[in-house]
Nanobody, 122 residues
Framework: QVQLVESGGGLVQAGGSLRLSCAAS????????MRWYRQAPGKRREFVAS???????NYADPVKGRFTISRDHAKNTVYLQMSSLKPEDTAVYYC????????????????WGQGTQVTVSS
């Protein structure tokens, strides 16, 4: 099992910055892709950014140029640096990860964190 714990959310004014963190812990062999999603009130959960085990990253169009995803492999932690925040970035941000569970087979599973609230005031 893998536990994902997010932190770093909060209230910030438009134009400000926040850094989210998500630490993976538990019993697993490796963490493959790590992702951030977000869900605003009354809206569907949407993809924000992803980063592979080789540090290849991908971003949703609304956050390109403003958000940066990175990871610390030694700490099994992924970060989301958010800059030039807008009120429309207000949402609960969720961490998601694909984990390889053992070294002796290729079994993988997908996990979600509990979410952290980001509120951007205008």
């Amino acid at each position: 099992q893998v536990q994902l714990v997010e932190s770093g959310g909060g209230l910030v004014q438009a134009g400000g910055s926040l850094r989210l963190s998500c630490a993976a812990s538990g019993s697993f062999f490796s963490i493959d892709v790590m992702r951030w999603y977000r869900q605003a009130p009354g809206k569907r959960r949407e993809f924000v950014a992803s980063i592979t085990s080789g540090d290849s990253s991908n971003y949703a169009d609304p956050v390109k140029g403003r958000f940066t995803i990175s990871r610390d492999h030694a700490k099994n932690t992924v970060y989301l640096q958010m800059s030039s925040l807008k009120p429309e970035d207000t949402a609960v941000y969720y961490c998601n990860a694909d984990a390889r569970l053992t070294s002796y087979n290729n079994n993988r599973a997908n996990y979600w964190g509990q979410g952290t609230q980001v509120t951007v005031s205008s």
